[in-house]
């Protein structure tokens, strides 16, 4: 089952996407086992899990910089994953990467203007106009460019580099954005500062975002929709409204319990154990060697995504079930 929202082309296309390394004793590191879903033109996807659940593998294989083993992406109809070369540069031209740390993406020895316009020089843009068009995507994440363009990343405050690395993502009018944690190493005040400019990114540019983050509290506010990811694979996917109000996954409750502060009126689902390895992964459902809800059904048949109320559950026993 196609976890869709709806019947429109998503602008972001993935299917059985998979990815393998080279394992201990010739046994394959599975750190993405068959994901499958789509994003909509304007939408926000957040894709959560705790660390080791594939999160940036899944991203690299998506945007074809860490190639996947097997299964297809398509961006705005284009099939990247048959792409190499001139090519695939070329496609890529409609997504751009924003990174927890800015500074990987910003070359410390230039100054934030010219790393503002190296990806406008790389599509043909004029010097004077790229560097017209720098000071003005400066301003609109919130700097001075007077002040900032002049600088080099070591002399700016995380915050500020990490709005730079913006600027420089948004220079050549992408239509995809995809971040990896891009607020989790900032201090908490500096993060809504963040949030709020994605925010306003999304509403004044029409963008389409691909939003990885640990916080739920943080995909709760900016996303539309959310994916949970556990060991490679995919556990529930759907609005965040009712995902995260009403988790039908057990993995996607014991990731809120897990939240402190939470008020509960039901007892806790505490995870047992540690994250199984990749290169030796449960059978049927990768869930089950920590799930207080297993049965023996679960150690034999991998459970698919269906549908349950406006949501896409991977359970043969889920919390909700459809109407």
Partial sequence: M???????????????LKKFFPGPAGAPIQAVAGVTFDVQPGEVLGIVGETGSGKSTLIRSMLMLDPPTAGTVDIDGERISSLRGTKLREARQNVQLIFQDPHSCLDGRWRVIDSICEPMRNAGVSRTEARRRARKLIERVGLDPHTYASKFP???SGGQVQRIAIARAIATSPKLLVCDEP???LDVSVQAQIIN??????????????FISHDLSVVRHMCDRVAVLYLGTLCEVGPVTEVLQQPA???????L???PGQARDRERVVLKGEL????????GCRFRTRCPMAQERCAVEVPELSPTGDAFVACHFPMRRSA
Avoid: K, M, N
């Avoid at 196609?2 to 059985?16: C, H, K, M």
């Avoid at 925010?199 to 963008?207: I, S, T």
């Fill in 257 to 259: 319990d897990a939240v």
């Fill in 197 to 210: 400019l994605f925010e306003e990114l999304r509403r004044d540019l029409g963008l389409t975002i691909v």
């Fill in 276 to 283: 199984p390895s990749p290169s030796a992964p449960p059978t």
């Fill in 2 to 16: 196609t976890a869709t929202l709806s019947e429109q082309r998503p602008l972001l296309s993935v299917r059985d």
């Fill in 183 to 185: 607020v989790s190493a």
């Fill in 249 to 255: 996954h057990p993995y996607t409750q014991a990731l």
């Fill in 154 to 156: 070591r002399e700016l």
